[in-house]
């Protein structure tokens, strides 16, 4: 088989959307890891840097997505998916800076369904566009 010339753009953002991820939901713990002396990307970088990183990786992926599909063509329903995403994944980034642990644990959460429907979303919309090229396998 052979990778479509996209998955160029795909791998590496996957990469940086995973290590958003691992930042949000260590943040989720950050104040108990800290507290029994264990040792996070949260608690290395303290919590405020680990949600300014958070923060700049996910505008960073959001960006990303939004410029290869106005590249690509995106259109239809995945493209409305992408964009009710970068909502989600806000929100997401928002309330893992919040002061409750429970609520910043629930950031991680709404942070996978934003990454995921993100993801699915992009496929869906560039899907079939003439922009994409398509190598013959």
Do not use: E, K, Y
């Not at 290590?19 to 950050?30: E, I, M, P, T, Y």
């Not at 994944?89 to 642990?101: E, F, K, P, T, W």
């Amino acid at each position: 088989g052979c990778m479509p010339p996209a998955s160029a753009l795909i791998v590496p953002l996957a990469v940086v959307a995973g290590a958003q991820l691992a930042l949000v939901n260590a943040l989720g713990d950050a104040d108990r890891d800290a507290r029994a002396g264990d040792v996070s990307i949260a608690t290395a970088l303290g919590a405020g840097r680990a949600w300014a990183t958070a923060a700049f990786l996910s505008v960073g992926v959001a960006a990303a997505a939004g410029l290869t599909l106005a590249a690509f063509g995106g259109r239809g329903t995945g493209l409305a998916v992408v964009i009710g995403s970068f909502g989600l994944l806000a929100l997401a980034v928002g309330l893992a800076h919040a002061g409750s642990r429970p609520v910043r644990q629930a950031a991680w959460a709404i942070d996978c369904v934003a990454l995921g429907l993100l993801a699915a979303g992009w496929v869906a919309a560039v899907a079939g566009s003439p922009a994409l090229p398509v190598p013959p396998c």
